[in-house]
């Protein structure tokens, strides 16, 4: 069964204060790992896609990278309005279509 | 580009009523799920269509939930009778291709008392 779980649940961070964000991740035929972000009554915002180990991208204070079994989601130097929910999903070939499947998130706050 | 439109945004019922919600998904978009995503969870998929079939309802309670795709492109759930574990928020995402990312509506917040 594909398992996403994401570390740890709760992060909270002075403004400034550098971290990573960690997915982990059992799926058997990888197709793809997806970063969301996601604010309170909000849904899901798209971040990032990562296809194959060692693939790194970066957006402003974000950078994500892949190994064969997690990702990381590092933020440099964070703002009050990184705060939000990060979301990662893995994306496996099910039953003859791509399935998405969801890790529970990691819920970030910045103090300023 | 307009988005993916749900409505309603909230809904408030009582145990063992009937519910339904909506989704217009991007135009152009064969894929379209229903996610469910209680209080501090991660988003669950109940069900994906491709174009106007189910390609996977494997976690979707089908003696309580139903759902269908109108011409391959709007979407309705359906909860009937509602369960107070059924509280949650409903979301519906689309995307164009297989690899490309998924977008995703705001949600509809199901109240069940």
């Known amino acids: 069964e594909d398992q996403v779980t994401q570390s740890p649940e709760a992060l909270r961070l002075q403004e400034g204060e550098s971290s990573s964000l960690n997915c982990s991740y059992t799926?058997?035929?990888?197709?793809?790992l997806f970063w969301y972000r996601q604010d309170p009554g909000k849904g899901p915002e798209f971040l990032f896609t990562?296809?194959?180990a060692g693939e790194e991208k970066e957006k402003e204070r974000l950078k994500a990278t892949l190994t064969k079994k997690e990702s990381f989601l590092h933020i440099t130097a964070p703002k009050p309005e990184d705060s939000a929910t990060y979301l990662c999903a893995v994306q496996a070939y099910r039953k003859g279509a791509q399935k998405l499947v969801f890790g529970q998130g990691t819920r970030l706050t910045i103090n300023p | 580009e307009a988005g993916v439109a749900q409505s309603p945004r909230y809904k408030i019922i009582e145990k063992r009523q009937s519910v339904a919600f909506w989704c217009n998904p991007i135009?152009?978009?064969?894929?379209l799920y229903w996610y469910q995503q209680i209080l501090g969870q991660g988003p669950k998929l109940l069900i994906q269509f491709q174009n106007n079939g189910v390609v996977d309802d494997s976690q979707l309670p089908k003696d309580r939930f139903s759902a269908e795709r109108l011409k391959g492109v709007d979407s309705t759930l359906k909860i009937q009778p509602a369960k107070l574990e059924d509280s949650a928020v409903y979301l519906c995402?689309?995307?164009?291709?297989?690899?490309?990312?998924?977008?995703f509506g705001q949600g509809t917040r199901l109240t069940v008392v």
């Open positions: 990562l296809y194959s």
């Open positions: 135009s152009g978009h064969a894929t």
């Open positions: 995402a689309s995307r164009p291709g297989d690899w490309t990312e998924a977008f």
């Open positions: 799926v058997s035929g990888l197709r793809g």
